[in-house]
């Protein structure tokens, strides 16, 4: 990728600036023709210009990247690309933004969004590019600001671990949902044979008593009946009884056959009529303790039986349970057979990602190490160590300075040291990415002293990126050769693109 051309249309202080970059290494110093400074005069806007123009994102609010006073900005930038032209024209009129892109001249068409996602396709997303390419105060000149998490987000972006984490975040999930899973069933009931024996068991035993309760009911059922019927005779003929006795009272004839009755013949007959009621009466209040001391035996019963019945319906809900668990069994273990597949590989891909970030940063190591030699006494480490949540690894980073074999604080170095390694490391993320791109370092080289910054620049220029943009409040050019400079000049708050 190489930058060719950006236009800078009321952006910033620039009123209408064009860049042509006609070198390998560009070169750019400023001054602020009003204040006789370096400082201001709108040579960092060259470069945040060319990071809004490919992805309409700035440090800034775009509110505040128009030029002050005007309405309407416009950014454009040309880019080669695997020998293509890529163009791109991104512009602000009020609140209405608007992009246009032409891949070797032919405009591609869609919604913003989708034209965004065909530069971030040529070019890779925001976060990769200010990531990899760009070195400034903001981005990580200052190893400081260079949190544990941010070091382990390089790395794992250097491995291309996203697809790897995908992974393990698939297969975590899984592994939750499957643990879930086997906890509710096994929750529910454990298929015991011998609990189902038991209860099995229990069951003919109650359907057994169940039926035996029946019948016994039954007979006493009966009974209560042929009682009933007998207490109903008992009562005719002792009804029978008493008209022929009121018969015998009112006349003095036989009841039946209507002859004269002696008195005496009528008292024997009367006496004997007595005696009968007497013994039917008797035998009616035997009949009716019968029927009571029995109609409490079946009352017994019955609300016994009503005892077995739910018992039984118990019994067969709770065998029904088993059989469901019994069934649930031979799923469960196909969900653990699952499980532990899962688990297994969850380990792996854990495994794997941890060899692959350890032997990252073993390589960064090696590469700023061999680096360093060159210009200092220190030695840096990365130290990598891992914590584990919920089965999924996650990378710690630190990184560690050696100096005479003991260990000193980044905070205790030197400034021009600390952008030194700064620096290197950057290099040497690049270095690993394997990135022939760009690189933009935005004064990040101003610490340095002019020996090391010598020995910088000559690395960079023996680097394979693409493209080299170093802005710089210094003018010296050192020993860069091939190398465009480019004067930014700001009159009267309006900055302009002076020589080359
Ligand atoms: N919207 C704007 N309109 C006009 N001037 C602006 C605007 N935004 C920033 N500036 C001016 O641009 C200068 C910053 O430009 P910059 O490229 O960062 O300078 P430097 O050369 O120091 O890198 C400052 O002087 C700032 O006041
Ligand atoms: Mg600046």
């Known amino acids: 990728m190489v930058i060719k051309k950006v236009r800078l249309n009321n952006y910033q202080s620039h009123s209408d600036s064009l860049v042509t970059f006609t070198e390998r290494i560009a070169f750019v110093v400023g001054l602020d023709r009003d204040h006789g400074t370096s400082n201001g005069s709108g040579k960092s806007s060259?470069?945040?210009?060319?990071?809004?123009?490919?992805?309409?994102?700035?440090?800034?609010?775009?509110?505040?990247?128009?030029?002050?006073?005007?309405?309407?900005?416009?950014?454009?930038?040309?880019?080669?690309?695997?020998?293509?032209?890529?163009?791109?024209?991104?512009?602000?009129?009020?609140?209405?933004?608007?992009?246009?892109?032409?891949?070797?001249?032919?405009?591609?068409?869609?919604?913003?969004?989708?034209?965004?996602?065909?530069?971030?396709?040529?070019?890779?997303?925001?976060?990769?590019?200010?990531?990899?390419?760009?070195?400034?105060?903001?981005?990580?000149?200052?190893l400081e600001d260079l949190s544990s998490s941010e070091l382990r987000d390089t790395l794992l972006m250097l491995v291309n671990a996203e697809k790897i984490q995908k992974m393990q975040d698939d297969f975590g999930k899984r592994k939750m949902e499957l643990e879930i899973m086997l906890k509710k069933?096994?929750?529910?009931?454990?298929?015991?044979?011998?609990?189902?024996?038991?209860?099995?068991?229990?069951?003919?035993?109650?359907?057994?008593?169940?039926?035996?309760?029946?019948?016994?009911?039954?007979?006493?059922?009966?009974?209560?009946?042929?009682?009933?019927?007998?207490?109903?005779?008992l009562y005719k003929e002792i009804e029978n009884y008493?008209?022929?006795?009121?018969?015998?009272?009112?006349?003095?004839?036989?009841?039946?056959?209507?002859?004269?009755?002696?008195?005496?013949?009528k008292t024997v007959i009367a006496q004997g009529l007595k005696e009968s009621i007497m013994s039917k009466s008797h035998d009616l209040e035997n009949i009716e303790l019968t029927i009571k001391t029995t109609s409490?035996?079946?009352?017994?019963?019955?609300?016994?039986?009503?005892?077995?019945?739910?018992?039984?319906?118990?019994?067969?809900?709770?065998?029904?349970?088993?059989?469901?668990?019994?069934?649930?069994?031979?799923?469960?273990?196909?969900?653990?057979?699952?499980?532990?597949?899962?688990?297994?590989?969850?380990?792996?891909?854990?495994?794997?990602?941890?060899?692959?970030?350890?032997?990252?940063?073993?390589?960064?190591?090696?590469?700023?190490?061999?680096?360093?030699?060159?210009?200092?006494?220190?030695?840096?480490?990365?130290?990598?160590?891992?914590?584990?949540?919920?089965?999924?690894?996650?990378?710690?980073?630190?990184?560690?300075?050696?100096?005479?074999?003991?260990?000193?604080?980044?905070?205790?170095l030197s400034s021009g040291e600390k952008s030194m390694l700064a620096l290197l490391l950057k290099l040497g993320i690049n270095s690993l990415k394997g990135t022939n791109g760009l690189f933009l370092v935005d004064e990040g080289l101003d610490r340095l002293d002019q020996i090391n910054r010598s020995r910088i620049l000559n690395t960079l220029e023996l680097s394979n990126f693409s493209q080299i943009m170093l802005i710089s409040h210094r003018e010296e050019l050192d020993s860069l050769r091939n190398t465009q400079r480019i004067y930014v000049i700001k009159n009267q708050g309006i900055s302009t693109i002076s020589g080359i």
Do not use: W
């Open 185 to 233: 069933n096994t929750s529910l009931h454990f298929p015991s044979a011998k609990r189902m024996d038991i209860l099995k068991s229990s069951l003919i035993l109650t359907e057994t008593e169940g039926k035996a309760l029946d019948s016994e009911i039954g007979i006493l059922t009966e009974e209560l009946g042929s009682l009933s019927t007998k207490k109903e005779n």
């Open 296 to 412: 409490a035996a079946k009352t017994g019963l019955s609300t016994h039986r009503l005892s077995v019945i739910t018992k039984t319906a118990k019994i067969r809900l709770l065998i029904g349970k088993l059989d469901d668990a019994v069934r649930n069994r031979t799923k469960d273990n196909k969900l653990c057979a699952e499980l532990g597949l899962y688990t297994r590989g969850l380990q792996t891909i854990n495994k794997f990602l941890s060899f692959i970030l350890t032997n990252t940063a073993c390589e960064l190591e090696d590469y700023i190490n061999g680096e360093l030699s060159k210009f200092t006494d220190m030695v840096c480490k990365i130290n990598l160590t891992k914590t584990t949540n919920e089965g999924k690894v996650i990378p710690t980073c630190s990184i560690l300075i050696y100096r005479d074999g003991n260990v000193q604080t980044y905070k205790s």
């Open 242 to 265: 008493e008209k022929t006795d009121q018969f015998l009272t009112e006349h003095s004839k036989c009841p039946t056959c209507f002859t004269g009755l002696e008195p005496d013949k």
């Open 46 to 142: 060259i470069i945040n210009g060319i990071i809004y123009g490919i992805y309409g994102k700035s440090n800034l609010p775009a509110t505040q990247l128009v030029r002050h006073g005007c309405g309407d900005m416009l950014v454009a930038v040309e880019i080669e690309h695997l020998n293509k032209k890529i163009q791109i024209v991104r512009s602000k009129s009020g609140t209405t933004g608007k992009l246009s892109v032409f891949i070797d001249g032919q405009e591609i068409t869609g919604k913003i969004e989708e034209k965004q996602a065909v530069i971030d396709s040529l070019f890779g997303d925001y976060q990769t590019f200010v990531g990899f390419s760009v070195v400034d105060s903001v981005r990580f000149l200052d």
